[in-house]
């Protein structure tokens, strides 16, 4: 049985205005970490609060742990475990009672679940008293996951939880969502950092409501279509605008720190006429290399279509 | 505490009860507004009037009336001028604002008193302001008083005389003696409605809402776990009303006290039930702020009789003033603390607050959401 199970679901607001989730379907299956990739205001939360059973879908059907998001939604409220987006503790209760107050909520003792959540808690235990506002973001995102596992949910909805923390902290939450995996929990990820979709079993890249590709993140980059290359240059601005004018160019953008540059289908793809135009226009330290694709350059890659379809 | 349902309650009550102690503003807000209130409307309203301008018309002009016109002028309270003027004089000078009371003393008074024990003053007061009308007249009422007990003490002649005395322009004195019963009802519906509004608001802004709906937790746990401690505190503030209306201001609470929290406890409820509805359509805790304040303070102070007597309003006021809750508390309290009555006087007033209650409470069981949107 799939833990989620998402059949044509709609999601409009404004009495049908803004259409936010276009007819998304998608199988999350037991005990796997999905991933819903893409950028603010792509439908991710839309699509959360469906599921979590916050928002009645306009069109479509929907299943959590086997149950009907909208006939059962008692039944799901039960065994699921929903980390919304932003912070949603209680800022002025301190971490433990927090965790007290959820785990009562939830019909469960902290001590019956301690063992699902050890191995965060201990990072947070030292600031038990503190309040749960005068946290910091790592910490916070902590305590809420603390808070969402404490009932030891079979399926759990984690809402753009790296948003705002920082680097080491969101290598270190992702580490405990692999944890996570091992104990069969089923996890619906959302994130708009593409460094982190590798790390899902699958991924739904999703923009403007539409889901674009749903595969395994190595399946997804081999979907590039053509090469990538990357393009160095000591003037790293006036790079940019010379790819850009470049006549065989299909696309450039800037990528850390080089341009990652693809070229049309029908134009050469031999590297040294490029070299040959960019030192015309005078760059120095040219470096050119081919790469390979990384999800972002896809996804990228496949919203520049949608949009020039549009 | 066996019952999972107790457990999440106690839970969550306890919650509820961290956030209003440990935020200064819900807690002033709580404590602060309801003694500043009584205070304020104790002190600046009731304070003692000095040089009161009167006129005594002394149509006796003998020993008895003499000696009483000699100790209202030494008080301080009075500037007495003398006159024999018409009633329609009198009423002339009360309303060029010249004179404040009248005192008539009948021809025959000392000789009424000395034969028959007995005799009458008229006292007409200008009650425009019934603030100052009470006062003063109890000021009379008192020098009198003093007079008849010297009479007692010194000549053992156990004298009565009874002040007739007359309300011009505002007979029923609505106003200031009356202002408890009036800040009971405001200081109830301000903390229950608005705070158990804004409560609830506040879970719906910062978020919680949303994992609070996300779980088993049924919705009636959460509109009682909500409501429970602002019934809670509204009790001790009534409380604290009370005993500083006893205690500072002198006010006796001739009634049941029993009767008074009982019928308080039902209005409380019904307060609560307001709140409930107010955040129902309220997205911010300042829209919910401004919506109790428009929706209930306002109608609270304008059409309960406190401030204003209804009687005087325009017809469709005094239509809108039956729905209004505090109306008929303020009634029943009127009823039960200053005029001593018991449920027998008041069971109307209870009976169409409860029935406001119920049908709030139906609409709020209805309209509660069970989703975000």
């Not at chain 1, 899902?200 to 923009?207: F, K, S, V």
């Not at chain 2, 009470?134 to 156990?158: G, K, M, R, V, W």
């Not at chain 2, 609070?212 to 503030?237: G, Q």
Request: hydrophobic share 45%; charged share 20%.
């Amino acid at each position: 049985m799939s833990a989620i199970t998402l059949d044509n679901i709609t999601k409009t607001y404004n009495k049908g205005k803004v259409l936010a989730v276009d007819k998304a379907t998608f199988d999350v299956a037991e005990g796997e970490t999905f991933g819903l990739i893409g950028p603010d205001g792509a439908g991710k939360t839309s699509i959360f609060r469906v599921l979590t059973t916050l928002l009645l879908p306009d069109g479509g059907s929907a299943t959590v742990a086997g149950f009907d998001v909208v006939k059962d939604y008692e039944k799901i409220r039960n065994c699921i475990g929903y980390m919304p987006g932003r912070f949603s503790l209680y800022q002025d209760l301190t971490v433990e009672e927090n965790l007290n107050f959820f785990a009562t909520i939830f019909n469960t003792t902290v001590k019956e679940n301690y063992k699902l959540i050890e191995e965060i808690y201990v990072q947070i235990e030292p600031f038990k008293t503190r309040r749960a506002g005068k946290l910091s973001g790592g910490m916070k995102q902590k305590l809420a996951l603390c808070c969402a596992l404490i009932h030891k949910p079979r399926v759990l909805f984690l809402d753009e939880p790296t948003t705002g923390v920082d680097a080491v902290s969101r290598v270190e939450f992702w580490d405990m969502l692999k944890r996570l995996k091992h104990q069969g929990i089923s996890i619906l990820v959302s994130t708009p950092y593409m460094d982190e979709a590798a790390l899902c079993d699958r991924i739904a890249l999703i923009e403007g409501g539409k889901l674009l590709s749903i595969a395994s993140p190595a399946d997804t980059i081999k979907k590039y279509p053509g090469k990538l290359f990357a393009v160095k240059a000591a003037n790293m601005h006036q790079l940019l605008k010379d790819l850009r004018s470049y006549e065989g160019t299909h696309s450039c953008f800037t990528f850390g720190d080089a341009m990652h540059v693809s070229f049309k289908q029908d134009a050469n793809t031999d590297v040294s006429k490029l070299t040959g135009y960019l030192t015309a226009k005078g760059h120095k330290e040219l470096e050119i290399a081919e790469i390979p694709a990384g999800i972002e350059d896809y996804f990228i890659r496949i919203t520049e279509k949608e949009i020039a379809e549009k | 505490m066996n019952s999972p349902v107790l457990k999440q309650l106690y839970a969550f009550v306890r919650k509820e009860f961290y956030h209003v102690f440990r935020d200064r503003k819900t807690l002033l807000m709580l404590f602060g507004v309801p003694i500043a209130q009584v205070l304020l409307f104790g002190f600046v309203l009731s304070n003692e009037i000095k040089n009161s301008k009167i006129v005594v018309c002394d149509y006796a002009k003998d020993y008895g009336s003499q000696e009483i016109i000699r100790k209202i002028e030494a008080s301080k309270y009075f500037k007495v001028q003398k006159a024999t003027l018409t009633h329609d004089q009198i009423e002339t000078a009360m309303k060029a604002g010249d004179i404040k009371m009248a005192v008539i003393f009948p021809d025959h008074f000392y000789n009424d008193l000395s034969h028959l024990n007995k005799a009458q003053i008229q006292v007409i007061a200008d009650a425009s302001d019934p603030n100052t009308a009470t006062t003063i007249t109890s000021y009379l009422t008192n020098i009198i008083n003093d007079y008849q007990a010297e009479a007692l003490a010194q000549n053992n002649q156990s004298y009565t005389i009874v002040p007739q005395v007359k309300m011009l322009y505002n007979p029923e004195l609505l106003g200031a003696p009356n202002f408890v019963p009036g800040v009971m009802a405001l200081v109830l519906m301000l903390i229950c409605a608005m705070m158990t509004a804004v409560a609830i608001v506040k879970e719906k802004e910062l978020g919680t809402m949303e994992i609070l709906l996300v779980s088993p937790l049924k919705p009636y746990l959460v509109i009682i776990a909500k409501t429970i401690p602002y019934l809670l505190v509204s009790l001790l503030n009534l409380t604290a009303i009370l005993l500083m209306s006893v205690y500072l201001l002198d006010l006796e609470i001739k009634g049941s006290v029993v009767l008074l929290f009982a019928e308080s406890t039902l209005f409380i409820i019904s307060c609560l039930a307001l709140g409930l509805l107010i955040s129902v359509g309220s997205t911010s805790q300042m829209s919910a702020m401004m919506t109790s304040q428009m929706s209930l303070m306002l109608p609270t102070m304008m059409l309960t009789g406190f401030m204003f007597p209804i009687e005087n309003m325009p017809f469709w006021m005094q239509g809108i003033s039956y729905i209004v809750p505090s109306r008929y508390y303020y009634t029943i309290v009127k009823a039960v603390m200053l005029q001593g009555l018991g449920f027998s006087a008041i069971w109307r007033e209870t009976l169409v607050l409860g029935f406001i209650t119920l049908i709030l409470i139906v609409i709020n069981v209805r309209s509660f959401k069970i989703r975000l949107a």
